[in-house]
């Protein structure tokens, strides 16, 4: 689904005190290098699926000069820094069952080197302001597979709009390598 869908979307208004700190600690591996674009967010299921918005602004480019729009390179650093504070609020909520036994610190010390991109796709429809901008995304379909190491694929979904009517949409499959739990969780490490 994404935020053109007759369903009433998830409202960043609706974060609480308890989001915004969260919100904080999932962005520290981009604050040192001062890309944090993702500016407020929110979480929370919806039906069969879990659903992140965000409201972004991109200040100052880290690696050029100001193009005076959204491009591929954003796209992607928006998109994971969406994910990553989706998956927190799934996992501190219990939003995802397959992830119900996950804790925070399972998490932490996982979110930068086993939460990987597995299939990337997107197109542009419109172009949109970087300056500031929203995203929904969504996570559906959640599987488990146990093939050279123990993983959960996620199939998410995800729309960028502004308010002149700029649009990109995309289609991304994300994996979670060593699930805790597993029998070669954490051999990788």
Sequence with gaps: ??????????????????????LARTMRP????DTVYLRRAHAARRGETVVGVGEFAIEQSCYIEDTGHF????FNISYNQLIYYTLAVAIRDRLIPELADWSMDDYWVRQLPSVLISKF?????????????IAELTIGEVTFRNRSRPL???????EFTDLAGG???G??????????????????R
């Design 167 to 169: 649009s990109a949409v």
């Design 1 to 22: 689904m994404t935020a053109t869908d007759s369903l009433p979307a998830v409202a960043v208004s609706d974060a609480t005190e308890g989001d915004i700190a969260l």
């Design 30 to 33: 981009y604050a040192s290098k």
């Design 121 to 133: 796709g997107s197109r542009y429809r419109r172009p949109i302001d970087s300056r500031s901008y």
């Design 71 to 74: 491009n591929a390179v954003e």
């Design 171 to 188: 289609d991304i499959e994300i994996v979670l390598l060593d699930p805790p739990g597993h029998p070669a969780a954490g051999a990788a």
């Design 152 to 158: 959960y694929a996620l199939q998410t979904g995800v």
